[in-house]
């Protein structure tokens, strides 16, 4: 419990809330063809623990294991879960600085887009090491 502290963060309108608990908070990023169609870009995640989404949220269920959660009113991302276990992980830029996390992983580092890339010394990981780490015995998931 050292060093745990509650973050708070909100959609673009406002009517959506979202409060969670963190202690050392991290950013993962992921380029894959999902969530660069539903963020325009890249997922930026935010893991966090006890995480309570309050307002008009709605979800839309991307494919067999994951659905994605966004504002009812304004549209802003909100999470990515997946389906099986439910387990949530809330987009980072909900909350102000991205709660002072630094990013430390990229997924489908080789799906990105080729005229940009994210600096720094963090770990990136190829469609193929991301589907061996989420998708072990279906190497073609998407
Ligand atoms: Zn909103």
């Known amino acids: 419990m050292s060093g745990q502290r509650e973050i708070s963060g909100q959609c673009l309108c406002g009517e959506v809330t979202v409060t969670a608990t963190v202690t ?53 991302t909100l999470w990515y879960a997946s389906a099986g276990d439910g387990h949530i992980n809330p987009s980072a830029g909900l909350f102000d600085n991205a709660a002072g996390a630094a990013l430390t992983l990229e997924f489908f580092t080789d799906a990105a887009p080729q005229g940009y890339a994210l600096a720094g010394d963090h770990r990136k990981m190829s469609t193929q090491e991301t589907l061996a780490l989420f998708a072990p015995n279906d190497g073609d998931a998407k």
């Open 24 to 76: 050392d908070p991290v950013v993962r990023a992921c380029h894959c063809d999902m969530c660069r169609r539903h963020t325009s870009s890249m997922f930026m995640s935010l893991p966090a623990d006890n995480i309570v989404f309050s307002g008009p949220t709605k979800t839309f269920q991307s494919s067999t294991w994951a659905e994605r959660g966004f504002c009812g009113t304004c549209g802003s």
